[in-house]
């Protein structure tokens, strides 16, 4: 017989006031007490899982507003430089024919490099930084960006590539 079969037949027995056994009674509180301690053990689990869930979200809410205002902060700091680049494409455009593809970014790459150095790359980091396969491509995207007006080289030494004006959005 289960604690709960003893208990209900207890309850039983008080109810339709019939005499229960002295060894049955001892039974039943003992598995009175253990169903008790059990209830009394899961209503401690409980609190202390929710202390815990409570915590936890409590850390978790300030770790989100942290972040929140990391991304704000990139967000912004981002947005300033997008407008400061259009700025100075815009102030420096001369009306030059439009370039694509790699050209675009043979040339997106001269001017970022030239501006955190000082001095431009060589053939083979720019080849490096956009992936392509040799220098000798790059030095064809060269040739024609000179010929736009774009850049000028100055009789084929390296590192000596000036930038002419800027290229136009679109």
Request: hydrophobic share 35%; charged share 30%.
């Amino acid at each position: 017989m289960t604690d709960q079969e003893l208990i209900a037949q207890i309850n039983e027995c008080l109810d339709k006031d019939v005499a229960v056994s002295i060894s049955k009674m001892k039974d039943a509180l003992r598995a009175y007490r253990r169903e008790n301690k059990r209830l009394k053990g899961v209503a401690q689990y409980n609190y202390n899982a929710t202390d815990t869930y409570m915590k936890i979200a409590a850390e978790s809410e300030g770790r989100n507003y942290l972040l929140n205002q990391q991304i704000i902060q990139l967000r912004t700091e981002h947005a300033a430089e997008n407008d400061r680049l259009k700025a100075q494409k815009k102030s420096l455009a001369n009306g030059l024919k439009q370039i694509k593809g790699t050209q675009a970014k043979v040339f997106d790459y001269l001017v970022q490099f030239i501006g955190e150095h000082g001095y431009s790359p060589s053939q083979r980091e720019i080849a490096d930084a956009l992936g392509l396969q040799s220098s000798s491509t790059v030095n064809g995207h060269l040739e024609r960006l000179e010929k736009k007006g774009y850049i000028d080289r100055n009789g084929g030494r390296p590192r000596a590539i000036k930038i002419l004006g800027m290229r136009e959005e679109g």
